[in-house]
């Protein structure tokens, strides 16, 4: 159980277009989803915070209107980056906390590669 | 500023060996340590976590020492296989706050038969 995907897995685009990556929670419902991202060999930094039904709570220095989440339903959140550029080029991983279980549990999903040219 | 400090970043263990991977935080508001294995390319996977009001935790070859009083954690792997070879995360969640952790900088471990 507490399974996460993410699709997709992997995008290339081109710089000025944008890209939208889902996450969801495929056996259980989640209250709350994570995004972080990933530049190679360094750790998870948290983006932003998504609770179903409401407006995302982004970490300082996250530019809101270019990274826009969406939690429309508690098994889906999506993560859209507007007029992409080089430097959005990292690895984008959702988790998910599961409303049911434990609250310290969080549920990661299998990352997306994105590649902006 | 990091809230969760984490060392080695590399560590080379030999086969059968014992790997130990150091974390320190200063928070004690923090109410729960997982450690997390991470796959080139992959998410990072749940691996062992434990909670302030236990010092040790072991799950098969896995072992958590918890020191509140240092306020320092420790993931430990025994009989190490070439298969442990990842990067591991040690995290501490802040409470009251959705459940939001905070995640060390990750060590690379490399197992070599």
């Known amino acids: 159980g507490a399974v996460v995907s993410q699709h997709p897995s992997w995008v290339i685009c081109k710089s000025g277009t944008s890209v939208k990556i889902e996450c969801r929670s495929l056996?259980?419902?989640?209250?709350?989803m994570f995004w972080y991202r990933q530049f190679p060999k360094q750790s998870l930094m948290l983006m932003a915070t998504s609770n179903e039904g409401s407006k995302a709570t982004y970490e300082q220095g996250v530019e809101k209107d270019k990274f826009l989440i969406n939690h429309a339903s508690l098994t889906l959140s999506t993560l859209t980056v507007t007029s992409a550029h080089p430097e959005d080029s990292s690895f984008y991983i959702c988790?998910?906390?599961?409303?049911?279980?434990?609250?310290?549990?969080?549920?990661f999903g299998p990352g997306t590669r994105l590649t902006v040219t | 500023q990091q809230q969760v400090k984490q060392s080695p970043q590399s560590l080379i263990v030999q086969k059968g060996g014992i790997s130990i991977i150091n974390c320190a935080y200063e928070?004690?508001?923090?109410?729960?340590f997982p450690w997390y294995q991470q796959f080139p390319g992959k998410g990072p996977a749940l691996l062992i976590a434990i909670r302030p009001d236990v010092s040790e935790k072991k799950e098969g070859r896995f072992t958590i020492s918890f020191n509140k009083s240092a306020k320092q954690f420790s993931l430990h792997i025994m009989d190490s296989q070439p298969g442990d070879s990842a990067t591991y995360f040690c995290a501490a969640r802040q409470p009251n706050t959705g459940n939001q952790f905070y995640f060390g900088t990750g060590t690379s471990l490399t197992v070599i038969p």
């Open positions: 928070n004690t508001a923090f109410d729960y």
């Open positions: 988790s998910a906390r599961d409303r049911r279980g434990a609250a310290y549990e969080q549920y």
């Open positions: 056996d259980f419902q989640a209250t709350t």
